[in-house]
């Protein structure tokens, strides 16, 4: 079956780069989006942003600045990479897969993960 | 931007119907998703496209969307249904998710 799996520093200091690799297993990267989900401790999901099947990227209006997302087919691998960390930027972040319907084809237009990872816990500390 | 709400918390008895809700501008003309977190878990999805069940959920789940409110329902609610729920939704290039619901079940 479909899994992912999170890996990367557990530790970052301020104002560096946070960054995680999500490998995907058990299906071809290619057909699929991809997206990165964070939780702040005690807090809810906050979606970070995707890349789709043609490598084109779509982010949170709140983080946009700071993030970029980026995928390797040949290592089924897709990357977070996050800027300018601070204090506030420390949770778990989730990989997904992201099903989605935006042709005019579609009932309606939607996006949706319907496979998460484990998830790995970044902390933001010096 | 758009935003989708949801009460903190919910409390049924064990097996009694639970209900929770979340509401957004003409949420109903947009399809609503259902995910279960449990602590210490990764959230796992639920309801999709308002009313659709992935393989492997239990059939005491359904969700409905009509309005400015969609609800996840679950009928016969067990002791390990005790979780976080969150509603999601897509709007203008933007994944979107609830606050999240704490169902405890007493």
């Known amino acids: 079956q479909v899994q992912l799996q999170e890996s990367g520093p557990r530790l970052v200091k301020p104002s560096e780069t946070l960054s995680l690799t999500c490998t995907v297993s058990?299906?071809?990267?290619?057909?699929?989006?991809w997206s990165w989900i964070r939780q702040s401790p005690g807090e809810g999901l906050e979606w970070i942003g995707y890349?789709?099947?043609?490598?084109?990227?779509n982010f949170n209006p709140s983080l946009h600045s700071r993030v970029s997302i980026s995928i390797d087919t040949s290592k089924s691998q897709f990357s977070l990479r996050l800027s300018s960390v601070t204090a506030a930027d420390t949770a778990v972040y989730y990989c997904?897969?992201?099903?989605?319907?935006?042709?005019?084809?579609?009932?309606?237009?939607?996006?949706?993960?319907?496979?998460w990872g484990k998830g790995t816990t970044v902390t933001v500390s010096s | 931007s758009y935003e989708l709400t949801q009460p903190p918390s919910v409390s049924v008895s064990p097996g009694q119907t639970a209900s929770i809700p979340c509401s957004g501008d003409?949420?109903?003309?947009?399809?609503a998703f259902w995910y279960q977190q449990k602590p210490g878990h990764s959230p796992v999805l639920v309801i999709s496209?308002?009313?659709k069940r992935p393989s492997g959920i239990p059939e005491r789940f359904s969700g409905s969307n009509s309005g400015n409110t969609a609800t996840l329902t679950i009928t016969g609610t067990q002791a390990m249904d005790e979780a976080v729920y969150y509603c999601?939704?897509?709007?203008?290039?933007?994944?979107?998710f609830g606050g999240g619901t704490t169902l405890t079940v007493l």
């Open positions: 997904a897969r992201v099903k989605y319907c935006n042709s005019s084809g579609c009932p309606g237009h939607y996006y949706y993960m319907d496979v």
């Open positions: 058990g299906v071809s990267i290619s057909p699929y989006s």
């Open positions: 890349i789709d099947n043609s490598g084109s990227t």
């Open positions: 003409k949420l109903g003309d947009k399809f």
């Open positions: 496209q308002d009313v």
């Open positions: 999601q939704a897509w709007d203008t290039n933007a994944i979107v």
